[in-house]
């Protein structure tokens, strides 16, 4: 019986990018298309099989610790950015502030659905979405470049709605443009998640 259930739900890629090697910041560059391959994108610094561990794992590995790299793609919801937006006071959040690898539309509540998705484009190319991500200082730095004084506001406002974080599992491109299926565990939540929370607390 599979494990994966595809769903009605698609995406359109909207944006596409990289936060290339050597750079300053996070700030990405816009894309055609992109080479998605088992260690994510040729000259993205978020490439690699694996990673050094960061404070977003701290309670499992030390930092600097090497792991595997389920952090290959940042993927952004259109309709989350345009909210993040409109509470920050600018006409548009640009995905380069964010040093988005993809920006999708066509999924509601985007930066909420369930870990171990996968997004898999016609072609094939399929990635998995390994968790939330957490909204941070980083963008807000961006954003004060191009927009002195707005930055402050990013983090609040992004809480929720920062996209996931993604890496693949199966090859191939992604253009601008392309469609990607969302695809679902077929499983319950895990009806203990508040207890355990509380315990840890």
């Keep these: 019986m599979p494990a994966l259930l595809p769903t ?15 750079g300053e910041g996070i700030r990405s560059v816009p894309l ?24 977003r794992v701290r ?3 030390p930092e600097g610790t090497e792991i595997r790299n389920v952090r290959q793609f940042s993927i952004v919801s259109a309709e989350e950015m345009a909210v993040i937006a409109s509470e920050i006071g600018v006409d548009v959040l640009a995905p380069t ?26 072609a094939g ?3 998995v979405i390994d968790m939330q991500n957490r909204p941070c200082i980083y963008p807000a730095k961006e954003i004060d470049k191009d927009k002195p004084g ?24 992604l253009h601008l443009g392309d469609k990607l299926r969302l ?9 203990h998640i508040h207890d355990s929370l509380d315990r840890a607390e």
């Design 150 to 173: 707005y930055g402050k506001a990013f983090k609040p406002a992004a809480t929720g709605r920062r996209g996931v974080t993604a890496w693949v599992e199966r090859e191939g491109p």
């Design 32 to 55: 055609e298309m992109v080479e998605a391959t088992f260690a994510g994108v040729e000259g993205e610094v978020h490439g690699g099989l694996t990673r050094a561990a960061c404070v």
């Design 8 to 22: 009605e739900f698609t995406a359109r890629i909207t944006w596409l990018g990289r936060v290339e090697r050597g």
């Design 97 to 122: 502030w964010l040093g988005a690898s993809l920006v999708i539309a066509g999924i509601p509540d985007f930066s909420h659905v369930p870990p171990s998705s996968r997004l898999q484009s016609a």
């Design 59 to 61: 309670d499992q590995h």
């Design 183 to 191: 695809h679902v565990p077929d499983q319950r939540a895990w009806a």
């Design 125 to 127: 190319t399929t990635l």
